[in-house]
């Protein structure tokens, strides 16, 4: 079955830029949408964006002017940038198959990114 | 943005005793609503799509009702692995949204 697995840095400065990368194995990025969703500590969720192999997508307009993401078919992964972080940017990150039009399932394990000087 | 509230907060509960959590949308949808699961430390977990499908797995205890603003998630009979908290989340419109969660905790 799919399997995700974040990875990237734990801590980025402020104002610097947050990337992550999720590998996925059991399944071919190409037969779905991929989607990033962040947890501050003791919070809710808040879906981050999507994105597809052939290179649609669908960002937060919250995050949007902040955000991208791409997809490697060759390396069956899908990264997340998120430029000029604050604080506010510290949570955990998961990312999620995203088959479109429903629901989010499986998801990663997720990794916790601290911004902090 | 679509607005998800759910209540309780916090749902306390016996063994066995039968759970009900509530999810109301700020605009109707229809029935592209999902119920996830998250323990502590862990990623949550797809329980239920299309408002009352459960997924692959989950066990029968779990159902899930309602459409356009009004849904439900029901524990039958509530087991010591269902202690958690439970998110509902909408995917028919820009951005997918999700509630703020009700932790069922044990009374």
């Known amino acids: 079955q799919v399997q995700l697995q974040e990875s990237g840095p734990g801590l980025v400065r402020p104002s610097e830029t947050l990337s992550l990368t999720c590998t996925i194995s059991g399944g071919s990025i190409r037969s779905s949408y991929w989607s990033w969703i962040r947890q501050p500590a003791g919070q809710g969720l808040e879906w981050i964006g999507r994105?597809?192999?052939?290179?649609?997508?669908n960002y937060n307009p919250s995050l949007k002017s902040r955000l991208s993401m791409s997809a490697d078919k060759s390396k069956n992964l899908f990264s997340l940038t998120l430029t000029s972080v604050t604080a506010a940017d510290t949570a955990v990150y998961y990312c999620?198959?995203?088959?479109?039009?429903?629901?989010?399932?499986?998801w990663g394990q997720g990794i916790l990114v601290t911004v902090s000087s | 943005e679509i607005v998800m509230t759910q209540s309780p907060a916090t749902l306390s509960v016996s063994p066995g005793e039968r759970a009900t959590l509530s999810c109301r949308a700020s605009q109707s949808f229809g029935t592209n609503l999902a119920w996830y699961q998250q323990k502590p430390g862990q990623a949550p977990r797809l329980l239920i799509y299309g408002a009352s499908t459960r997924a692959t797995g989950i066990p029968a205890r779990f159902s899930g009702s309602g459409s356009g603003t009004e849904f439900t998630l029901t524990i039958s009979s509530l087991q010591s692995e269902d202690f958690a908290v439970y998110y509902c989340q909408q995917y028919n419109h820009w951005p997918r949204t999700f509630g703020q969660g009700t932790k069922v905790e044990i009374k």
């Open positions: 994105l597809h192999a052939s290179g649609g997508t």
């Open positions: 999620a198959r995203d088959p479109d039009n429903t629901s989010f399932d499986p």
